[in-house]
């Protein structure tokens, strides 16, 4: 409906009542009979039968509505009594006219009073003598009178329901009816109260209560599917800016065929001026789907005029165009519910195949596996999780693990003490009770305490090993179904030593400066780490190498730091670094500056690794992103050092890649 003004409105609303007044016309609502005959509280359609019929049928006489034929008795509701319900609900207003005497009419029939009209027999439409209409109503709308189709002060329907004006503040009425998005349309068994269609309304010139919605549902039916919208979804209700104010159970609505009609009444819900009210129809599904009925469902719709509103002026407006994209709806399917899954894969963090420094003393919080769950479809809680771990022959757990840890973030989540003589065994951890949101990944960390390496324990070179299982756990989703982990999170082998070392990444830098023209901008790249000393002292090399690429393996005849340009830099975009600048960050007595710097047993200490790279100004590429990364560290029990070379987990010693161009 366009507004233009209530003026408009209210002239337009006036003129309609005479022209309706001087046609004619019978579309009057029924006089009840003096004595008030009860249609009672059940709904009444083909095939009821008893004293309702009886005085839904005399009534219906009465309007002139329904003609009953010679020698049928009242108390039967036969196809013509539908047919005659239909006539009145058109005439009444009582949306859908279909002939099914529901709520709604009930309503509309109940609030109908007996009024004597002279010159009215029975069954007169018209007075003989007045020309009044014959069946009139009692209305409570200000300036109508008994007869009065609309009132002669405000333009309103003097047979409308009467809402509340009071406490509302100027002339109101609603504009920018518009259909809202934020619907779900894939419902599943079990779900919560969901959004199936929706409108924002603005209130211009004072507040807006609303008096009544119409949401109609259409129930998609082939074969054996059901009809009745009480199969798919449990509960209909009405919501105002996110708060419910209205409800209908499904199986309450006006029915014609496989057409639903819910109507919500006496709502007096107020959109404030100059804001905009969201409405929502929701639904809640029923908590199992019949096997007819799993994947159907319905359309739903908010037709033209589905909307009444009033101002504080006391004028009722229906809303909602006929062109409106709420008109056409929103078709909804109701499924069973999809079980939830749980998939288990290494984090990008896990620690790759390495060394770990171990001494005669417990080696605490030694990272073993980073692994993610992702739960799909549906949320789930883990309760109980495995995970196995396994060291080389020789060795036994026991001997070689404390204590294991299962760990989100910082937080322990549960922890146990490692008991087997085996070289293999399987840990569960119970009672973690870890709820997961559906498409939502999360880190967890399996942590070891090891025990001290002693020639009683276990030898130099022990391997160990972590990863999840893909049995013995508890998992659930949303609906209490159970569920396996999709996979194994597989850790990588770490190898225990006493005469080596572990290095810990620092935080990388960059800082760039632009060049002049002429020239190529100029990043510094800084790389620090700390390097801790098992129980036998260790040198590291003081030269700095470069390698051809990150993925180059140190050889004999490299020595000291081994870098490169990161894996993803652009080739050729930059000259050849500066040669770099690597030491600790404190002295020693030991140290042979470029040559070698000393770490005492058990011991660890802080290095710095700096380069520099300018883009170039020649040739066919002049820009591009560039990083810089470690890809090994030459280490020895001597100052003589060797070939060894720790590469072991350096994912850390990297810098981002830096933009940078010629100018």
């Known amino acids: 409906m366009t507004i233009t003004t209530k003026a408009t409105a209210k002239v337009a609303a006036v003129a309609a009542g005479l022209a309706m007044a001087t046609s004619m016309l019978s579309l009057a609502p029924l006089a009840h009979a003096a004595d008030a005959c009860s249609v009672g509280a059940t709904d009444l359609t083909v095939g009821s039968t008893g004293a309702a019929v009886i005085c839904l049928q005399t009534t219906l006489v009465a309007g002139g509505y329904l003609t009953m034929p010679a020698g049928v008795s009242m108390g039967y509701f036969g196809p013509l009594t539908k047919a005659a319900v239909a006539k009145w609900q058109a005439a009444s207003g009582v949306a859908p006219a279909v002939g099914y005497f529901g709520p709604i009419s009930r309503t509309a029939f109940t609030g109908v009073a007996s009024v004597s009209i002279p010159g009215c027999a029975a069954g007169d439409k018209f007075s003989s003598t007045t020309g009044q209409a014959c069946t009139t109503t009692t209305s409570t709308v200000p300036g109508c009178s008994a007869g009065d189709l609309f009132s002669s002060t405000t333009g309103q329907s003097c047979t409308s329901s009467s809402t509340s004006t009071a406490g509302l503040t100027g002339n109101g009425y609603l504009t920018n009816v518009n259909s809202l998005g934020d619907i779900t349309t894939a419902l599943h068994a079990g779900d919560d109260a969901t959004k199936v269609i929706g409108l924002s309304m603005d209130a211009t010139g004072g507040d807006v209560a609303l008096q009544r919605v119409d949401a109609t549902f259409v129930v998609g039916t082939t074969g054996s599917q059901s009809a009745n919208l009480n199969k798919y979804v449990s509960d209909v209700s009405l919501y105002l800016d996110g708060k419910k104010i209205a409800s209908m159970d499904p199986a309450s609505g006006d029915q014609s065929s496989v057409t639903w009609t819910y109507r ?38 908010l037709l033209a005029n589905s909307v009444r509103a009033v101002g504080a002026d006391g004028i009722s407006d229906t809303y909602v165009a006929s062109g409106d994209t709420v008109v056409t709806g929103n078709s909804i399917t109701v499924s069973s519910a999809t079980a939830g ?92 009770n870890q709820s997961l949101s559906q498409d939502t990944t999360t880190e967890y960390s399996v942590v070891a305490d090891l025990k001290a390496q002693t020639a009683a324990a276990y030898s130099d070179g022990t391997t160990l090993i972590a990863s999840t299982t893909t049995s013995g756990w508890t998992v659930a989703d949303a609906d209490g179904a159970s569920v396996s982990p999709s996979a194994a999170a597989q850790g990588n082998t770490q190898t225990l030593t006493g005469t080596g070392i572990t290095v810990t990444a620092g935080t990388p830098t960059t800082t760039t400066t632009t060049g002049l023209s002429g020239a190529g901008d100029n990043t510094q790249y800084t790389i620090p780490f700390t390097v801790k000393a098992g129980d036998s002292d260790i040198y590291i090399g003081g030269a700095t190498t470069r390698l051809a690429s990150a993925v180059t393996t140190p050889s004999a005849s490299a020595g000291g730091i081994n870098y490169a340009t990161s894996t993803g830099s652009t080739h050729g975009a930059t000259g050849m670094p500066t040669t770099p600048v690597f030491g600790p960050v404190d002295t020693k007595s030991q140290d042979s500056v470029g040559s070698y710097y000393y770490v005492p047993a058990g011991t660890s200490r802080t290095f710095s690794f700096t380069t520099a790279i300018t883009a170039t100004t020649t040739g066919s590429v002049t820009s591009g992103f560039t990083g810089v990364q470690i890809v090994g560290i030459n280490y020895g029990s001597s100052s003589t050092l060797g070939t060894t070379y720790y590469t072991a987990n350096l994912n850390g010693l990297k810098t981002q890649p830096v933009y940078m161009t010629a100018r």
């Open 341 to 432: 899954t749980l998939t288990v894969s290494p984090a990008a963090d896990n620690p790759d195949a390495g060394q770990v420094t171990t001494s005669s003393s417990t080696t605490s919080g030694v990272v073993l596996l980073n692994f993610n769950m992702k739960p799909k479809n549906q949320n789930v809680k883990v309760t109980d999780l495995v995970v196995s771990f396994g060291t080389s022959a020789g060795n036994t757990l026991t001997n070689v693990i404390g204590t294991v840890y299962l760990k989100k973030g910082s937080d322990t989540i549960s922890s146990k003490t490692i008991s087997s003589s085996a070289t293999y065994a399987t840990v569960t951890f119970n009672n973690v």
């Open 264 to 301: 919500f009444t006496g709502l007096n819900s107020v959109i404030k001026s100059g804001t905009t009210g969201n409405l929502y129809v929701e639904v809640t599904p029923v908590s199992s789907v019949g096997s007819n009925e799993d994947g159907n469902g319905f359309t739903v719709k």
